[in-house]
């Protein structure tokens, strides 16, 4: 299997467009960053606002090489808000932040470029 972050891999299997639509990304703003001191790998707890209908939740998230906690604040990020929640060390992850790898293969979040409604839903 080639790997995730591979930008030279080819695309993946086609899907149907139900397919896409399974996957709920929506927009939210980052209410608060912390280094998650626990994590195995360096990485954030982040708290993200996805607004009245999904509310705030946590994610993991492996971003120290390009970001510092404080200017996280009140960024808008995108997330697939509807995983299951993963058990990473002693928190839950509710949330999958997206972002695409730069040529170090670190971390760049994915985000609108002009502020968006939170909770607003990728099509």
């Known amino acids: 299997m080639h790997h995730l ?12 467009f139900d397919d896409f639509l399974k ?8 209410v608060s960053a912390e280094v998650f001191a626990q994590a195995r790998k360096p990485s954030y707890i982040l708290m993200i606002d996805f607004g009245p209908a999904v509310g705030i939740k946590k994610s993991s998230a492996q ?9 996280l604040i009140g960024r808008q990020v995108a997330a697939v808000v509807n995983f299951p929640p993963r058990q990473i060390g002693p928190i839950r992850s509710d949330v999958l932040t997206l972002g695409f ?5 670190e971390v760049v979040l994915f985000a609108p470029d002009q502020n968006v409604p939170n909770g607003g839903r990728l099509f």
Do not use: S
């Open 101 to 105: 790898p730069d040529p170090a293969g």
């Open 23 to 30: 996957v709920d990304i929506r927009v939210g703003t980052i």
């Open 5 to 16: 972050h591979d930008p030279n891999a080819p695309p993946a299997a086609e899907i149907g």
């Open 63 to 71: 971003i120290t090489a390009h970001y510092q906690p404080d200017a």
